[in-house]
Each structure stands twice: as C-alpha cells, then as structure tokens.
C-alpha cells in the first residue's frame, strides 16, 4: 500500500471514531449529528441566517432548515427578526442550546488519548500536515471555507529565525509555531487573494 493510501485509509478509521461518537451523542441528548453541528455552529460564530449555517456546515438548505425546525421544537434555538432585514430570521441557541453545546464541545476520551500518544514533534508537523489537506479540500469546494491562519490577515509566515515559533500573528503580536496553527480562529479576517497566495508560499518554504 503506497503512503497516500494510508493516510486515507488512516483518515477513514478516525472519522470512523468520530462518526460512531456523534451517533452515541444522539443517543444520549436526541439531537442528531446534523442538528447538534448547527447547534455548535450557532454557539461558536453567534447569530445567523438558515442559509449561512448550511454553507458552514456544507449540508443543502432544506436539511439545515429541517434540522433547525427540530431545534426549534425541542427549545435549544430560537428564530428572532434579522436586525439587517426584518423578513429574514436569525437563529440563536437559547440557555439550554448553550449548555448543552457545552457538553457537546468535549471530545471522546479516546480521541484525546489517541492525540496524547503523540510526541510534540509529532503533533506539530500532523498539524501541518492537516492545514495542507484542508486548504486543499477547500480548493476543491469538498469542504467549506474554514477560519485557519493561513488564509488570516494577521498571518505572518516564517517570520522568525527560531525553528520552534516560525511563524507570527499580528492580531495578539505574538510568534507561534507549526502545533499552534489554528484551524478555526475567532479572531480570523481573510486575507485579500493575493496576500493569501503569498503567505501561502512563504509558509510552505518555512515547511519546507
Ligand atoms: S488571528 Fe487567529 S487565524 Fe489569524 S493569524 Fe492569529 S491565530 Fe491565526
């Protein structure tokens, strides 16, 4: 088996862990995978329209709308008027959408043991290695566009000599290296085309 069959392979088995978790959760709260990844979603990037949460979360509209109308029902999110056009509606988690998200966000134990077996090397070039694909993915239009440094404004790649913390962020001005690229930041603003290609650039020569 050649080394690009593996990691597919590899990938597979770990999303197998993740698929099989997400069905246990629905078990145990009664949201199903789709309605508790809005129900994140909303709780993580706040208030939206039906429409963008579907795009995140790269499912079609009517199952986004489905999925909310149950989230809804069950009272872990309410419709509210959009400030920006009062035909529209926004969707906000409520308290017990909250906590409940809450204990959503804690990832299986065994996950978290798999990611500890690694050694900090280890960590950081998986890291890497993960920013590569998902940029790639994104490319492709196979996943939708995540929140990550290397697309970031405030991205400074292999801005410092120091091999341990390349990298630099602008926005909390603080150097960083590989295990602390972040794949979906808070503070994120995209970067225009053009400087996202040239970061993108300098930080595959820093990887390299
Ligand atoms: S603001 Fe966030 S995404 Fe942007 S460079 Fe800093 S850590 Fe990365």
Not at 32 to 53: C, F, K
Not at 106 to 113: C, E, K, R
Not at 196 to 202: I, V
């Amino acid at each position: 088996m050649t080394a690009n069959a593996n990691i597919v392979t590899g990938l597979a088995k770990i999303g197998m862990v993740l698929r099989s978790e997400a069905w246990q959760r629905t078990e145990v709260t009664g949201l199903s995978p789709t309605q508790a990844q809005i129900l994140a979603h909303l709780v993580q990037r706040g208030p939206t329209r039906v429409g963008a949460v579907a795009a995140a979360i790269a499912v079609t509209q009517p199952t986004a709308s489905d999925a909310v109308t149950a989230l809804v029902r069950k009272g872990y999110v309410e419709r509210r008027p959009d400030p920006e056009d009062a035909r529209a509606a926004q969707l906000h988690p409520t308290k017990a959408g909250r906590r409940l998200a809450e204990e959503l966000a804690v990832w299986p134990d065994a996950l978290l043991a798999a990611v500890d077996a690694l050694d900090p090397s280890e960590g950081a070039a998986f890291v890497k290695a993960l920013v590569k694909m998902i940029r790639t993915l994104q490319e492709r239009g196979a996943i939708p566009v995540q929140r990550m440094c290397v697309s970031c404004r405030h991205f400074r790649p292999n801005a410092h000599s120091d091999a341990a913390r390349p990298h630099h962020c602008a926005f909390v001005d603080a150097a960083f290296g590989d295990a602390a690229l972040r794949l979906d930041c808070g503070e994120h603003v995209a970067a225009d085309a053009s400087v996202q290609l040239e970061s993108w650039a300098r930080f595959k020569e820093a990887a390299a």
